[in-house]
């Protein structure tokens, strides 16, 4: 799995990284033919917004690609939010290609 984390407006630090690379672990758990992933790190720069911290993810995984944003006060919890957006998605690609895999069976046994 190719892993890309990068920051718009905003360094990088290596606990960032280490926290969203351990966040990152479940989607991976879930589904294990993830080729590639882009995350986004960003700070809109206007004072008004509430929701200033955003994150966003691409996910190439064999079939198709995935892909979550997710914004909030604290990057932290914009993550956290992200995580929970791809872990559902990934399942869901799964279940889908678990299905259909399933349905073909059916029609060669009847």
């Known amino acids: 799995m190719n892993l890309t ?5 905003l360094e990088v630090t290596p606990a960032l990284r ?3 690379t351990g ?6 758990r879930h589904f294990d033919q993830v080729v590639d ?3 986004l790190l960003t700070v809109e720069k206007q004072r008004e917004k509430d929701r200033r911290q955003r994150a966003e993810c691409n996910i190439h995984v064999k079939g198709s690609d995935l892909f ?3 914004s ?4 932290y919890a914009a993550v956290d939010e992200l995580v929970d957006k791809l872990d ?11 299905d259909h895999q399933a349905a073909s069976v059916k029609r060669y046994l009847q």
């Open 18 to 20: 280490s926290y969203v």
């Open 5 to 9: 984390i990068s920051g718009h407006h």
């Open 23 to 28: 966040k990152l672990d479940r989607i991976t």
């Open 88 to 98: 559902r998605q990934v399942v869901r690609h799964k279940d889908r290609l678990q």
């Open 72 to 75: 909030h006060e604290d990057l």
């Open 37 to 39: 992933v882009k995350v």
């Open 68 to 70: 979550a944003e997710s």
